[in-house]
Antibody, heavy 125, light 109 residues
Framework: EVQLVESGGGLVQPGGSLRLSCAASGFIFSNYNMNWVRQAPGKGLEWVSYISTRSSTIYYVDSVKGRFTISRDNAKNSLFLQLNSLTDEDTAVYYC??????????????????WGQGTTVTVSS | EILLTQSPGTLSLSPGEGATLSCRASQIFSSTYLAWYQQKPGQAPRLLIYGASNRATDIPDRFSGSGSGTDFTLTISRLEPEDFAVYYCQRYGSSPPWTFGQGTKVEIK
């Protein structure tokens, strides 16, 4: 079964740090680009960060640049997100999601086809 | 940054009725980068549609997507009880940031 399982969330004080993990199974992890997406309580989805298969390409949403760091360990089938200098605006459920690409002729299509169940980060004093 | 605006915010319908959800972009982009997701309370999102009109694996054919340019539509032909959820569109696969729309809630009338 293809599966992503996040862990590492918890309660942290403003200015604190957390490291989120995402364990992949049921597919060849090293073949897939990966993402982190978050959802604040009662709000919509926000894409946070992306990492390519060999970590050569990394992107962040502007609101987390300089504070969050995405990484991966293909040997351990794991994705990570280091969260530093946390504020209450970072309170959210954090999902890892697999990048999917389809090709039909000359057309390439994209989406996030596998999601974990999420891990909750609460920033509060 | 390309913004996506979904309408309506909430759709109140009965099982068996059809639903039409709109996603409008602030700039033109290729439909190959438009995806739709379904999210039920307490669950992770699920990919429904990629490339604006292609159903993902195991998605029933009552779900269909269309559109191009700045206007995209998700249509649910006949609502089943399990279809009442929040639906998000997303631009994904071109240059980041990869924004989501704010969501449309389809609720039971």
């Amino acid at each position: 079964e293809v599966q992503l399982v996040e862990s590492g969330g918890g309660l942290v004080q403003p200015g604190g740090s957390l490291r989120l993990s995402c364990a992949a199974s049921g597919f060849i992890f090293s073949n897939y680009n990966m993402n982190w997406v978050r959802q604040a309580p009662g709000k919509g989805l926000e894409w946070v960060s992306y990492i390519s298969t060999r970590s050569s390409t990394i992107y962040y949403v502007d609101s987390v640049k300089g504070r969050f760091t995405i990484s991966r360990d293909n040997a351990k089938n794991s994705l990570f997100l280091q969260l530093n200098s946390l504020t209450d605006e970072d309170t959210a459920v954090y999902y890892c999601a697999r990048d999917a690409e389809w090709q039909e002729g000359d057309y390439h299509y994209y989406g996030m086809d596998v999601w974990g169940q999420g891990t909750t980060v609460t920033v509060s004093s | 940054e390309i913004l996506l605006t979904q309408s309506p915010g909430t759709l109140s319908l009965s099982p068996g009725e059809g639903a039409t959800l709109s996603c409008r972009a602030s700039q033109i982009f290729s439909s190959t980068y438009l995806a739709w997701y379904q999210q039920k309370p307490g669950q992770a999102p699920r990919l429904l549609i990629y490339g604006a009109s292609n159903r993902a694996t195991d998605i029933p054919d009552r779900f269909s997507g269309s559109g191009s340019g700045t206007d995209f539509t998700l249509t649910i032909s006949r609502l089943e009880p399990e279809d009442f959820a929040v639906y998000y569109c997303q631009r994904y696969g071109s240059s980041p940031p990869w924004t989501f729309g704010q969501g449309t809630k389809v609720e039971i009338k």
